[in-house]
């Protein structure tokens, strides 16, 4: 594989030397090969350019999924600009303060939001708010139609930035990790490499493109092997099947492989021609893929990563896949444990630490931030908890950070406490994650009310939903008498956890 220093090459290279090799493909019958993709990502450069959009702006995009999404991202990289995707379940609230802080040359909005979108843009700073839909709708599409001559292809240095990505902190405020574009090469040649992916590999993908799986991970890695990829709009498990049966590859979050188990279209059969399966951004259960092997026959490959550093490490395409490990690390990639904190078989559980040419640059405007994630020696402090066995695969024991994965989505419990205790008649709140069959970790709150008033759970979850994404909202809502506490006062969240983890059913 040719190694290049400027993530856009990419599509270049391909569109030069295989100018009609298949590149995206969706769901309404739209096929684009990598000369297309090259020339369609140019018009788009040319577009921003003509909004003053220029090297090292932000543009943040929140649209729904489509092929001309994928191209905003590539225009940005052709032109330098640096991309802000933005979570479509965001409410205004959450909106205006990704656009204050970020403050983007330009906003890409959905057009049905577009009155909205303008409100809480101009509230924040952002003057430009343009319109895409998913069928080439929208007033940026228009101006996409009056283009005549792509964008040049700048060159920018590998330590530019190429995407803003934020990862909300424990204390509720959101921050925006500084991704480079040397970031992206050295990820995805990397996994690339070690997936074994060629230009023959096709892609399923049923990601969303405003998480740093589906945008990064699994596009960039395809786009770097000169691959193809079949865009669905959403995950359903039936359209998924029947898209593998023309595939090589399926990248998902461990909810997906769950609900591809719950239907008895999945055969042997319907996945002969997949060699590669990937499960990211959750933990994988131990049953869900022992389950999965005995359905299909194909052992699906773990891997860890995180918005901050991509991928770290991943179970070996030959050789041994370790169910409940998430792998060996990276080629370029350390990975270390720190601070040990208690013994599992012999072996050391502690603070698990990342160091390579993935890890991001730091957080935007916020360098105590970036210097309190560093150690002195630059490793990144995830904040996750593990060992490393004796066969130098890594096993995720935990999280140091109060956060709560479901269905593939991170959730940090202060946001969510904040907004529970702002409500009438709610004296204290606990948010925490318990085992839950389908999204990996149910959000659950535990409450404490001011005397003599009594709540409503669902009416508690339908005022939540007003300020807070859908995935955000804890599934199930319980009341006490008091938090449990420790000696020294602190909310003992293990303890809830223990109480609670069969609330689901599991």
């Not at 939001?113 to 007033?139: K, M, N």
């Not at 998430?326 to 601070?339: A, K, N, Q, S």
Request: glycine share 8%; with cysteine; net charge negative.
């Amino acid at each position: 594989m040719i190694q290049f220093n400027d993530p856009y090459q990419w599509i270049r290279s391909a569109a030069q030397e295989t100018p009609h090799h298949p590149c995206l493909e969706d769901d309404f019958g739209r096929r684009l090969d990598y000369a297309q993709v090259d020339h369609a990502a140019g018009l788009q450069g040319a577009a921003l350019l003509e909004l003053g959009v220029r090297t090292g702006d932000r543009v943040a995009f929140q649209v729904e999924k489509s092929l001309d999404a994928i191209l905003i991202y590539l225009a940005c990289l052709r032109v330098g600009a640096v991309v802000v995707p933005l979570n479509t379940a965001y409410t205004a609230t959450e909106l205006a303060y990704f656009l204050a802080d970020s403050q983007p040359a330009l906003f890409l909005a959905r057009p049905s939001h577009e009155d909205e979108a303008t409100q809480v843009a101009t509230d924040s700073g952002c003057s430009q708010v343009e319109t895409l839909g998913t069928r080439q709708d929208g007033s940026f599409a228009a101006r996409i139609a009056k283009q005549r001559t792509p964008a040049p292809v700048t060159a920018v240095d590998p330590s530019g930035l190429a995407a803003l990505l934020y990862t909300s902190g424990t204390t509720g405020r959101s921050k925006g990790a500084m991704i480079t574009r040397g970031n992206l090469i050295a990820n995805a040649q990397a996994l690339a490499t070690a997936w074994r992916l060629v230009p023959a590999d096709r892609l399923v993908h049923t990601l969303p493109l405003f998480h740093v799986h589906g945008l990064f991970l699994s596009l960039n890695a395809v786009f770097a092997a000169h691959a193809s990829v079949r865009v669905h709009d959403r995950f359903e498990p039936l359209e998924t099947i029947e898209s593998l049966g023309t595939a090589t590859l399926f990248m998902g979050v461990p909810t997906h492989y769950t609900r591809l188990l719950a239907s008895a279209a999945l055969t042997p059969e319907s996945v002969r021609l997949v060699r590669l399966f990937v499960s990211g951004s959750a933990p994988l259960l131990a049953e869900t893929h022992q389950a999965f092997e005995s359905r299909t026959g194909k052992a699906i490959l773990e891997r860890y990563g995180m918005t901050e550093t991509l991928v770290n490490t991943s179970n070996p395409y030959d050789g041994m896949r370790k169910p409940g490990s998430v792998g060996l690390p990276l080629p370029g990639v350390e990975v270390r444990i720190t601070e040990a904190t208690r013994e599992s078989e012999n072996q050391a559980i502690g603070m698990i630490e990342v160091r390579g040419p993935n890890v991001c640059a730091g957080y935007w405007r916020a360098p105590e931030k970036t210097a309190a994630d560093r150690t002195a020696d630059g490793f990144f402090r995830t904040g996750d908890l593990g060992l490393i066995d004796a066969d130098g695969y890594l096993h995720i024991s935990g999280r140091a950070k109060d956060l709560v994965i479901t269905g593939g989505y991170n959730v940090y419990p202060k946001e969510i406490e904040l907004a529970l205790d702002a409500l009438p008649g709610i004296s204290e709140s606990a948010v925490f994650g318990v085992p839950h069959p389908d999204f990996g970790e149910g959000v659950t709150a535990a409450v404490t009310l001011v005397p003599d008033f009594q709540v409503n759970e669902q009416t508690v979850l339908a005022a939540l939903k007003d300020c807070l994404a859908a995935y955000k909202v804890p599934k199930r809502l319980v009341v006490i008498a008091e938090l449990p506490r420790n000696s020294m006062g602190k909310v003992q969240k293990n303890r809830l956890r223990e109480i609670y983890c069969d609330l689901y059913g599991n």
